[in-house]
């Protein structure tokens, strides 16, 4: 099976490469689909050390590169979805997540799930335009 022509596939390597059988991100029209981006640094490909605040940084830093590549910017998102490890950083990774965003403020949704992938506090998928 391959890709419908009205898809197109969005990657970088400002930013780490999936971890799966998937894309960074599909952009479609005037929409662009995130893939989930964990705190992991591009250079390395290793989760970054400091905890849930540092990933939460370098997955912010990750889904703006992604962002960027797609031809878009960070105050185009529509909707994010995060999901954390456990709701106790959630006053944690709202502050880092503000400061991100500044003025901007996307819709959201933030869930707890029982794993991420590579054992990850964080992870962001986005809708942007």
């Given at each position: 099976?391959?890709t419908?022509p ?5 990657s970088?390597p400002n ?5 799966g059988?998937y894309?960074?991100a599909?952009r ?15 250079a390395t490909?290793?989760?970054?050390e ?15 590169a ?7 910017s ?8 995060v999901?954390?490890h456990s ?13 991100f ?15 991420l ?13």
């Open positions: 099976m391959s419908h009205s898809l197109s596939l969005v970088t930013a780490p490469a999936a971890v059988p894309t960074q599909v479609v029209g005037d929409l662009l689909f995130l893939s989930g981006s964990l705190g992991l640094d591009p490909g290793k989760m970054v400091g905890g849930v605040e540092e990933q939460a940084r370098q997955a912010l830093k990750n889904m703006k992604i962002i960027e590549a797609g031809g878009s960070v105050g185009k998102v529509v909707k994010t979805t999901f954390l709701m106790d950083d959630f006053k944690a990774v709202n502050a880092i997540y503000s400061e965003f500044g003025d901007h403020k996307p819709a959201r949704s933030a869930v707890q799930v029982a794993r992938p590579l054992d990850a506090l964080f992870e962001i998928e986005a809708i942007v335009r």
